[in-house]
C-alpha cells in the first residue's frame, strides 16, 4: 500500500469538498447513500442519549439548603419523616451548591441579598432550576412595598416553577418538584422548550 | 499562630438564618466574633405605621416564624390595652393553651436543630418533628393554617374551638408527655452530647444580665426570670408551674432550661384544660373597615415569648400606630454571642450559636 501524503494546506482548506467526493465515490462503488445512512444514525444516537439525560436529570433533582426565611421552615418539614422526599429522587440537601441542580428560594429576598442569591445561582452546576417559593419570592408578599426588598425573585433569576401560599404546604413543594420533573422530561406542553434557564443563560450577556 | 480573619455566611447551611460572622481564630480557637445582620430588615415598624390596627397580626407573625402566635398575642394585646378591650374570660383560657402549645412546637424545632448542630445527624431531629406535626396539626384545626395563624382578634378568637378540642388537648398531652420524655435517653446519658455541650459558650450571670438576656439564655445563667410569673397575664395566675433554672450558664444548662419549659408547659396546658370553662362566649370582635378609637396615650406590654421577653412600645393613633417599637429578645441574645464564644474552638461555634435560639427575621425586623 503506497505511503498516505501529508495534507496541503489547499486540501485543509477544501475539505469538505474532499469528504463530500469521498461520500459520492463511495456512494457510486457501493450503491447504497452512505451520509443519509450517517445521518439517521446520528439522529438516532442523539434522540436516545437525550431521552437518556432528561431521564437521569428528571429523576436525581437535589436541591440546595439554602433558606432564607418563614418558608425555610416549611423546608426543614419537607425533610422530616412525615413527606418521605427521597422516594422520587429529591436526595438530601446539599450544603454547597456545585452538587445542586434545584435552588428553592424561600423567603423573601433583600437588597443586600439579591448580588448573593444571584452568586449562588452562578455557582450551581448547569442546568439548574429556580422555584419561587411562596409569596415573597414570588412578588414580595406582603412586603411589596417596602423600601428594602425586591419584588419576587424573577427580577433577578429565571424561575421554573411557581408556588403559592404564605406559606406554602410541604405538600405543596412536593408538587411543585413533580411539575419541574415532567417539565424536565417533557411530559407537559411547556417542555418541548428548553427549561427557562437554559434559554436565558444563552442571552446571558445582554442582561443586566 | 497569627490570628486569622474567616468570614461565615450570610449564607451558610449552620447559621440559623441569613447571619453573617466576623470569625477571628487563632488555630483552632476563637479569639472575637462579630456577627453582622440586617440581611432580612424590611422595615417592619414602618410598614405597621401604615396599616390599621388588626392588619398588623399579619406582620407581626413574620417577626418570629418559629412561634408565630406568641408575637401576635404580643400585638393584639398592645392594641387592646390601648382601645381599652378585655379579653373574654373563657378566650383568656384558650390562648394560653394555644400559647403553651406554641411554645412546645418552637422549642422541638430548636431542639431537632441544636442536637444535629452537636453533630448526632438526625435521629432526634426526626423525632422533633414528629412530634411538632402533631402540634402543629391541632392548631391548624383551631386556626386553619398550618403555620401563619392570624386567628388573635380584639378580645378573643377569630372562632369557637373544634367541639373536641378539650379530649383531643388532653391526649396529645399524653402523647407529648410519653415521647419528650424519650429524649434524655438519647442525649443526656450520651457522652458525646455532654462533652460537646458541657463547659462550652459559658454565660455568666452577670454578663446575661448587663446585655440584657431574656429568656431560657437568662435562666440558664441562673436568674429566675419568667414575665409569666413575674407580670402574670390570662390565666397564668391560676395555674402552678416551676420557672426552671441553669447553675453554669453553658450550653448544656440552656437545653436543660428549654427541655424542662416543655414539660412545664404540658403541666400548664393540663390545668388550663380543667379550668376552662366549657361554656362561654370566646369569639372576639370581627375585623371591620374602621374599627374602635385607640386612646393616645403610650401603652407598653410585655409577654414572655419562647425565645425571651418581647416588648412592644406604642403610641397610638386613632385607627393606627403613630409610632410603635418591638423590642425582640433575639436581638439582645444575639449580643452575646461574642461573650459567650470566646476561647472556645471553632467546630462549638455553631453549636453555641444555635443554643441561643435565634430567628433572624425577628433580630432584622
Known amino acids: ?208 | 499562630m497569627g490570628v486569622m480573619r474567616i468570614n461565615v455566611g450570610p449564607i451558610h447551611p449552620s447559621t440559623h438564618g441569613v447571619l453573617r460572622l466576623i470569625v477571628d481564630v487563632d488555630g483552632d480557637t476563637v479569639k472575637s466574633v462579630e456577627p453582622r445582620i440586617g440581611f432580612l430588615h424590611r422595615g417592619v415598624e414602618k410598614l405597621m405605621e401604615n396599616r390599621m390596627y388588626m392588619q398588623s397580626p399579619s406582620y407581626t407573625e413574620k417577626l418570629d416564624y418559629v412561634a408565630p402566635m406568641a408575637w401576635d398575642d404580643l400585638f393584639v394585646s398592645s392594641v387592646e390595652k390601648a382601645i381599652g378591650i378585655e379579653v373574654k374570660e373563657r378566650a383568656k383560657y384558650a390562648r394560653t393553651i394555644l400559647l403553651e402549645f406554641q411554645r412546645i412546637a418552637s422549642h422541638l424545632l430548636w431542639l431537632g436543630t441544636f442536637v444535629n448542630d452537636n453533630g448526632q445527624l438526625f435521629t432526634l431531629f426526626m423525632w422533633a418533628f414528629r412530634e411538632r406535626a402533631e402540634v402543629l396539626k391541632l392548631l391548624e384545626d383551631v386556626s386553619g393554617s398550618r403555620m401563619f395563624y392570624v386567628n388573635w382578634r380584639l378580645g378573643g378568637l377569630q372562632r369557637e374551638l373544634p367541639a373536641d378540642f378539650k379530649k383531643r388537648a388532653y391526649a396529645l398531652c399524653d402523647y407529648l408527655q410519653q415521647h419528650i420524655s424519650e429524649y434524655p435517653d438519647l442525649l443526656d446519658s450520651n457522652p458525646v452530647f455532654l462533652e460537646r455541650t458541657r463547659g462550652v459558650g459559658v454565660l455568666s450571670k452577670s454578663d446575661a444580665i448587663t446585655y440584657g438576656a431574656s429568656g431560657p439564655v437568662l435562666r440558664g445563667s441562673g436568674v429566675a426570670e419568667d414575665t409569666r410569673q413575674s407580670e402574670p397575664y390570662y390565666v397564668y395566675d391560676k395555674v402552678t408551674f416551676r420557672v426552671p433554672i441553669g447553675s453554669k450558664g453553658d450550653c448544656y444548662d440552656r437545653y436543660r432550661v428549654r427541655y424542662e419549659e416543655m414539660l412545664q408547659s404540658i403541666r400548664i396546658i393540663r390545668q388550663a384544660l380543667d379550668l376552662m370553662p366549657d361554656t362561654g362566649d370566646m369569639i372576639g370582635m370581627p375585623i371591620r373597615l374602621i374599627g374602635p378609637n385607640a386612646k393616645p396615650d403610650p401603652v407598653m406590654v410585655r409577654r414572655e415569648l419562647p425565645r425571651g421577653e418581647g416588648i412592644i412600645y406604642m403610641i397610638p393613633d386613632k385607627q393606627r400606630p403613630y409610632r410603635i417599637y418591638l423590642r425582640s429578645p433575639a436581638f439582645a441574645n444575639l449580643s452575646l454571642l461574642g461573650r459567650m464564644s470566646v476561647n472556645c474552638k471553632f467546630a462549638d461555634l455553631f453549636p453555641v450559636l444555635g443554643s441561643i435560639d435565634i430567628v433572624l427575621a425577628e433580630v432584622d425586623r
Open chain 1, 1 to 208: 500500500m503506497p505511503e498516505q501524503q501529508p495534507y496541503t494546506p489547499e486540501q485543509f482548506l477544501n475539505a469538505e469538498k474532499e469528504m463530500d467526493r469521498l461520500l459520492q465515490d463511495s456512494a457510486k462503488r457501493y450503491k447504497t447513500p452512505v451520509n443519509a445512512v450517517f445521518a439517521k444514525l446520528s439522529d438516532l444516537t442523539k434522540l436516545t442519549a437525550r431521552d437518556f439525560v432528561k431521564w437521569g436529570r428528571s429523576n436525581s433533582l437535589w436541591p440546595m439548603q439554602f433558606g432564607l426565611a418563614c418558608c425555610a421552615m416549611e423546608l426543614l418539614d419537607f425533610g422530616s419523616a412525615r413527606i418521605d422526599a427521597e422516594r422520587k429522587g429529591y436526595l438530601l440537601f446539599r450544603g454547597t451548591p456545585r452538587q445542586t441542580d434545584v435552588m428553592i428560594v424561600a423567603g423573601w429576598v433583600t437588597k443586600s441579598m439579591v448580588p448573593r442569591v444571584k452568586r449562588m445561582y452562578e455557582q450551581m452546576a448547569k442546568p439548574n432550576y429556580v422555584i419561587a417559593y411562596g409569596e415573597c419570592a414570588t412578588s414580595g408578599g406582603p412586603w411589596w412595598e417596602s423600601y428594602n426588598i425586591i419584588q419576587g425573585i424573577d427580577q433577578v433569576l429565571p424561575v421554573d416553577v411557581y408556588v403559592a401560599g404564605c406559606p406554602p404546604k410541604p405538600e405543596n413543594l412536593f408538587t411543585a418538584l413533580m411539575k419541574l420533573q415532567d417539565k424536565i422530561s417533557g411530559k407537559t406542553a411547556g417542555d418541548t422548550e428548553p427549561s427557562v434557564s437554559e434559554n436565558i443563560r444563552r442571552t446571558e450577556d445582554s442582561r443586566v
